[in-house]
């Protein structure tokens, strides 16, 4: 089954212009969802779209359709007509399905280069570029079994965490170049999964500080405020992403719920899926109703907007590979951001950080206190954030450096 952007019918089996290429891309998930792995695909698509590329994505039978692009999707499976997100055993029926939608696309379409997001599409990605004779550009997002570990799918005491660990290795070793989101990721595949350094280009998560910017309609702000509850005699922290445990929503309300103890002028404003009905119970039971909101999905596109509600921004993200995309958003708005110190926070926030000690709800609490009694500091930390964003973390800037990669694979 296929689900399509608006495509010239004539280019399907064209020449792309020189200098530029015919991209088939292979997404393992419900592309598009609202949230992170799905941001940085969508927005290399976009860019590359920019530079005069054609992209045809492969991805599962769910998820949103976007407008001008060229997305091939799988058929469903009957006994599962949903995916959620994570870890899960349906994925083997998804991704079997998928590597037949992406072989019968490649042998109609002729791609210059077949780029794979995470691991699985590496996997699929890797016989169809032999036997096309093309290039396999794999775009690392984390470690396949530091993800299952996380998503508690995978037992690292257990007897398949071992064969896991070693497929996860095999597949690392099968493109003709890596992407990676950030050093820590490159120095993982170089240390625990022998990777060659010199196949491993780190093109960072970015983000678009002309669409994400502080400067929102006050009239719109007055609006979704109203509309949620939240009260204006309080200050508000904002959490924007998936809602889980690895995530570290457990600890956020923990944390909340320390604030809420100690203080009645600070609001939390959650934003994100799934599992909302489960953290709302929690909240309830920490005391926290009339101080926590839940939005639930939030747009993509409607991202800005909440995010210009808050005072603060908290990252409480603990994985220890996975990229974390939603600090990118908070230093475009010029939010000070409340992290656990972490290496990819790190990264993105460099001093200009808040850090917290991982894992300690104490310590985020302590951390959105202090950013929230010395709001002048606070403040001038968000505009240096933001600037940073602009001089580091362009979409075009990534778009160019995916081309040299792409022309480097190619010319070999």
């Not at 020189?18 to 927005?43: K, N, Q, W």
Request: aromatic residues 8%; hydrophobic residues 40%.
């Amino acid at each position: 089954m296929t689900r399509q952007g608006r495509v010239d019918p004539a280019l399907e089996k064209g020449t792309p212009t020189p200098g530029t290429y015919h991209i088939l891309m292979i997404a393992p998930t419900s592309f598009f969802a609202d949230y992170g792995c799905h941001v940085r695909i969508l927005e290399e698509i976009l860019v590359l779209q920019k530079m005069g590329n054609r992209i045809t994505l492969c991805t599962y039978h769910n998820g949103q359709d976007v407008d001008g692009l060229d997305i091939r999707r799988t058929a469903s499976i009957p006994w599962r007509k949903h995916y959620e997100v994570g870890s899960s055993r349906h994925k083997i029926a998804f991704d079997g399905l998928l590597g037949l939608t992406t072989l019968a696309t490649a042998l109609r379409t002729h791609p210059d280069i077949i780029h794979a997001h995470l691991h699985e599409g590496a996997l699929i990605g890797f016989p169809i570029s032999r036997l096309r004779g093309v290039p396999l550009v794999f775009d690392f997002q984390g470690s396949l079994t530091g993800e299952m570990i996380d998503h508690r799918f995978l037992n690292p005491n257990g007897a398949f965490y071992r064969p896991m660990r070693r497929l996860e290795e095999w597949i690392d070793h099968l493109p003709d170049a890596i992407l990676t989101s950030s050093q820590h990721a490159t120095n993982l595949l170089i240390s625990e999964f022998n990777c060659t350094p010199e196949n491993i280009s780190i093109i960072p998560d970015c983000v678009n500080p002309d669409t994400f910017t502080p400067q929102q309609s006050p009239k719109r702000l007055q609006v979704l405020r109203a509309a949620w509850s939240i009260p204006t005699h309080r200050k508000t922290v904002v959490y924007l992403g998936l809602l889980a445990h690895y995530q570290g929503t457990d600890l956020l309300l923990e944390a909340a719920a320390i604030l809420r103890r100690e203080r009645d002028d600070v609001h939390f404003l959650i934003m994100g899926y799934p599992a909302v009905d489960q953290y709302q119970a929690k909240a309830r039971r920490l005391g926290l109703d009339s101080h926590v909101t839940f939005t639930g999905k939030i747009p993509y596109s409607e991202a800005p907007q909440y995010l210009a509600l808050g005072d603060v921004a908290v990252a409480p993200k603990m994985s220890a590979t996975e990229g974390s995309g939603k600090i990118l958003n908070y230093m475009a708005m010029a939010l000070p951001t409340v992290a656990f110190d972490v290496p990819v926070s790190r990264e993105y926030l460099a001093d200009l950080g808040l850090y917290a000690q991982p894992g300690d709800a104490a310590s985020l609490a302590e951390r959105i206190c202090y950013a929230l009694d010395h709001e002048e500091e606070a403040k001038e930390i968000g505009c240096r954030l933001r600037q940073r964003a602009i001089e580091h973390y362009s979409w075009d800037r990534a778009g160019k450096e995916i081309m040299e990669i792409y022309h480097l694979v190619r010319a070999r």
